[in-house]
């Protein structure tokens, strides 16, 4: 830090992964609403998990933030109170930055991990006949978030049901583990929705896959939650999971275990030669997966 | 591209560098008098003459990029036209970048370089009795922005007067050859003006600096300029030149050429133990540098 770049010593036999990711008030975050402690945390978060996706551990982030005198004080320590907690329980410390001025508030987060040589996994390796995993419970950052939006009281950080929205943690262990095995064939994050994602991993793979609606894991709904939200339409349309979704050829499925800590791991359908996304609902019914998920152009 | 991350192999021997700078309508640039295609070329000089100051050759970059739907059309598709000549003329290609929606264009670019290990220069190193030197002719931007904001018509991209602040050159060759053969104490870009770079040099090696005025190499003004402008003002004040900076102990000095290919090499005074920045304005005159320079907190 203080000089023009940072210097990075990547280590023999590894190679260097780099990903970048906007965090933006009024698109990512609502200044009146999140905690910018939570801000500072999820804006790392976000961008290691997209290190976490190929299969890399984190090595350090470059913050470029663009700021108002107003937030120059006391929002801005709590950000980088959040921030400082996400490096160190990432292990990805910080290498540098660039600071300037705005009015609204901008955050560009650079991650920079490192994976074993030939060992990262990418989005087109998805071949027909694989089985199709996702990580942890889909939908529970979508309902943090609605239930953030419906609120009137100043967000209650410690309130378990927004801890996956305020605080998601990036699967970093998991997709390190499934890549130095060699056990997913492809891999991504699941930051705009499985029924965003799902899609972007198929096309970049040139397949299609089949998947059952009642093998999604959906979110945790308790009490009056679980007759307002349809967990469903959470698990398929919510973004800011932060899961990983990843396809495991079929002579290695029995590899990969119910769960990894605390973290389940499962089966939700199946790769297709044939190209689209199906859902099936139940019984006979099969429908095209329409993508609903997150995308900054069409809201 | 199209991955969650983008895969960088590292040479071994080599170390790598990495930076992160802002672009941003209004800050750095004014969208209805800057022509997209050296906003294009100017946000890639821009952070990989950061590189250069560490001596280091630019591999690759990142772009993040926040736009609105209006830009989504011609002005991005110069920009981008932009934006890959300074890749290609720059040898620093496209890896990766993130795109996201916003009112006001806001761009913001992660470029990674690679030097020798043990061979990068930092702002660290200037001792007393270094002499301090410059790339080039500085204030030619600053002038070049002068003319654009005092324009009416629009901008004539081809206009010689406006070249320098349209289309910098980072230095890297030259900072390439300084690290390799060891010659610099400690090295920066001036991208905020000699009066503001400078004393950041001097403060990250503990040392103070004292220059001659009628040694800086300033702009070259032609006809009405040279009555309107004051050169050494422009030289002193003016940001986003990116030429060079650096510092050379005594027994090297001799090894700095007044020219490399068109480039001049300059030296404009030395460093000294005592804190702060000193110029001789001409005979037994000498000021204390005030910090004129780009500085987006202060404007």
Same mark, same amino acid.
């Given at each position: 830090m203080?000089?023009?770049?940072?210097?990075?010593?990547?280590?023999?036999?590894?190679?260097t992964?780099?990903?970048?990711?906007?965090?933006?008030e009024?698109?990512?975050?609502?200044?009146?609403r999140?905690?910018p402690?939570? &801000?500072g945390?999820?804006? =790392?978060?976000? *961008?290691?998990?997209? %290190?976490?996706?190929? !299969?890399?551990?984190? @090595?350090?982030? %470059?913050?470029?933030i663009?700021?108002?005198?107003?937030h120059?004080?006391?929002? #801005?320590?709590?950000?980088?109170?959040?921030l400082?907690s996400?490096?160190?329980? %990432?292990? @990805?410390?910080?290498?540098g !930055?660039?600071?300037?001025? +705005?009015?609204?508030?901008r955050?560009?987060?650079t991650?920079?991990?490192? @994976?074993?040589?030939?060992?990262?996994?990418e989005?087109t390796? *998805?071949?027909?006949?694989?089985?199709?995993?996702?990580?942890?419970?889909?939908?529970?950052?979508?309902l943090? $978030?609605? /239930?953030?939006?419906?609120g009137?009281?100043?967000?209650?950080?410690?309130d378990?049901? =927004?801890?996956?929205?305020?605080?998601?943690?990036?699967?970093?262990? #998991? !997709?390190?583990? /499934?890549?130095?095995?060699?056990?997913?064939?492809?891999?991504?994050?699941?930051?705009?929705? $499985? +029924? +965003?994602? %799902?899609?972007?991993l @198929?096309?970049a793979?040139?397949?299609?896959?089949?998947?059952?609606?009642r093998?999604?894991?959906g979110?945790?709904?308790?009490?009056?939650?679980?007759?307002?939200?349809?967990?469903?339409?959470? *698990? /398929?349309?919510?973004?800011d999971?932060?899961e990983?979704?990843?396809?495991?050829?079929p002579?290695?499925? +029995?590899?990969i275990?119910?769960?990894?800590?605390?973290?389940?791991?499962?089966?939700?359908?199946?790769?297709?030669?044939e190209?689209?996304?199906?859902?099936?609902?139940? !019984?006979?019914?099969?429908? &095209? =997966?329409?993508?609903?998920?997150?995308?900054?152009?069409r809201?």
């Open positions: 203080g000089d023009d770049a940072a210097i990075f010593r990547p280590r023999p036999g590894y190679e992964l780099l990903t970048c990711d906007w965090f933006l009024g698109t990512h975050f609502l200044l009146d999140h905690p402690h939570s &801000v945390w999820k804006c =790392l978060a976000r *961008a290691t998990s997209d %290190l976490a996706a190929m !299969g890399a551990k984190p @090595c350090c982030f %470059l913050l470029s663009a700021l108002s005198p107003a120059a004080d006391s929002w #801005l320590d709590e950000f980088l109170r959040g400082r996400a490096a160190y329980r %990432l292990h @990805c410390p910080a290498a !930055g660039d600071t300037t001025r +705005s009015r609204r508030l955050i560009s987060v991650a920079i991990g490192e @994976c074993r040589r030939g060992r990262a996994v989005r390796g *998805a071949r027909p006949g694989d089985a199709i995993f996702v990580s942890g419970h889909l939908g529970e950052a979508e943090g $978030l609605r /239930l953030i939006r419906a009137k009281r100043p967000v209650d950080a410690r378990r049901r =927004l801890r996956k929205h305020l605080y998601p943690e990036p699967r970093i262990e #998991l !997709g390190a583990w /499934l890549a130095s095995n060699r056990l997913a064939t492809a891999m991504m994050d699941l930051s705009d929705g $499985l +029924s +965003s994602d %799902l899609p972007r @198929c096309e793979s040139g397949v299609g896959a089949r998947i059952a609606a093998q999604i894991p979110p945790r709904l308790s009490g009056e939650n679980a007759q307002k939200f349809d967990g469903l339409s959470l *698990a /398929l349309d919510g973004g999971d932060y990983l979704l990843f396809t495991v050829s002579r290695k499925i +029995s590899q275990p119910p769960r990894i800590g605390r973290v389940s791991l499962t089966p939700i359908g199946q790769v297709v030669g190209k689209g996304v199906f859902v099936n609902t139940g !019984g006979q019914q099969e429908i &095209v =997966l329409a993508k609903k998920g997150w995308d900054p152009f809201r």
